[in-house]
């Protein structure tokens, strides 16, 4: 096939994988899809982490979180992780994020501020929301060895994204989205780094 090149070198860019390891915690980017957050309720079943963060409040430009009865994804991300036995003392509250750079942000503030040690955390998203997830995370916990697992999505996996007009857009939107997020992402962690953080996040 002449784009079988062009196909694994998106394929090897976007999609991350790696496998469980014991870890301090198992972070949630905010979302309206339940699989990476059902995973992160099995890894925690499995005993891989004894904390998790979902973080959300809702997406940038929009007024309130798309599920009816939830005031954040937080929220209803609780709300799943509880119904899939989790307890509620074993979840940490990050509640304000409008986007994933924010996810990261506000993640390594709660962590902080509960003084906890985080040496290594499992990052459970979507399987083409990975790599952006990562670089981000990545930025804003440095100390911290960060493993990706993702979940199971028919249409959207590293294996079958580009057999649909669907599962293309959501993978190439995600190339796109990184070049026009990551110079910002990069300055304002440079600029954290060098201890000049910017007023935004």
């Not at 499995?46 to 973080?55: E, H, I």
């Not at 304000?96 to 709660?110: I, K």
């Not at 990052?123 to 493993?147: G, I, N, S, V």
């Not at 669907?166 to 990069?186: A, H, K, M, Y």
Request: charged share 25%; glycine share 6%; aromatic share 10%.
């Amino acid at each position: 096939m002449a784009m079988q090149g062009f196909l694994r070198a998106v394929t090897d860019f976007i999609f991350v994988r790696d496998e469980p390891a014991p870890a301090d915690l198992l972070l949630i980017p905010g979302s309206s899809h339940s699989g990476h957050v059902m995973l992160a309720a099995e890894l925690y079943r499995r005993g891989f982490a004894p904390l998790l963060l979902p973080s959300g409040f809702h997406a940038a430009g929009e007024a309130h979180f798309s599920l009816p009865g939830y005031e954040s994804e937080w929220a209803w991300m609780r709300d799943v992780l509880l119904r899939e036995g989790v307890p509620p003392e074993a979840i940490l509250r990050e509640d304000q994020a409008l986007c994933t750079w924010h996810n990261a942000v506000y993640s390594a503030r709660v962590i902080a501020a509960q003084g906890l040690r985080i040496r290594r955390a499992i990052l459970c998203c979507k399987p083409y929301h990975a790599r952006r997830a990562l670089f981000y995370y990545q930025a804003a916990l440095p100390d911290t060895e960060l493993r990706v697992c993702v979940s199971d999505e028919p249409g959207f996996n590293a294996d079958d994204w580009y057999r649909t007009p669907e599962g293309r857009s959501r993978v190439l939107g995600e190339v796109t989205r990184l070049g026009r997020q990551i110079p910002d992402v990069l300055e304002e962690a440079l600029a954290a780094e060098e201890g000049h953080p910017h007023d935004n996040p």
